[in-house]
């Protein structure tokens, strides 16, 4: 399949799908149990290079945690 097809019925097309703002959980265990951490994450999907690719960022925080 050529790249131009791709974007606009293939694989490529199902990435420009996941691109936007999302939020979330994120969750951290050290051992099995309840986890130590339990905040939001908020990540950021890009296409970049033409739709080529997605560029992800994101930003949580994690509890101190002592053992």
Same mark, same amino acid.
């Given at each position: 399949?050529? *790249? /131009?097809? !791709?974007? #606009?019925? =293939?694989? $490529?097309?199902?990435?420009?799908?996941?691109? =936007?703002?999302? $939020? =979330?959980?994120?969750?951290?265990? *050290? @051992?099995? =149990? @309840?986890?130590?951490?339990?905040?939001? #994450? @908020?990540? &950021?999907? !890009?296409? &970049?290079?033409?739709?080529?690719? #997605? /560029?992800?960022?994101?930003?949580? /925080?994690?509890? @101190? $945690?002592?053992?």
């Amino acid at each position: 399949m050529k *790249f /131009q097809q !791709s974007v #606009i019925d =293939g694989p $490529h097309a199902w990435l420009q799908q996941l691109t =936007g703002n999302w $939020h =979330g959980t994120n969750k951290t265990w *050290f @051992e099995p =149990g @309840e986890p130590v951490s339990n905040k939001p #994450i @908020e990540l &950021v999907a !890009s296409s &970049v290079l033409d739709g080529y690719f #997605i /560029q992800c960022s994101y930003q949580s /925080q994690m509890q @101190e $945690h002592r053992m």
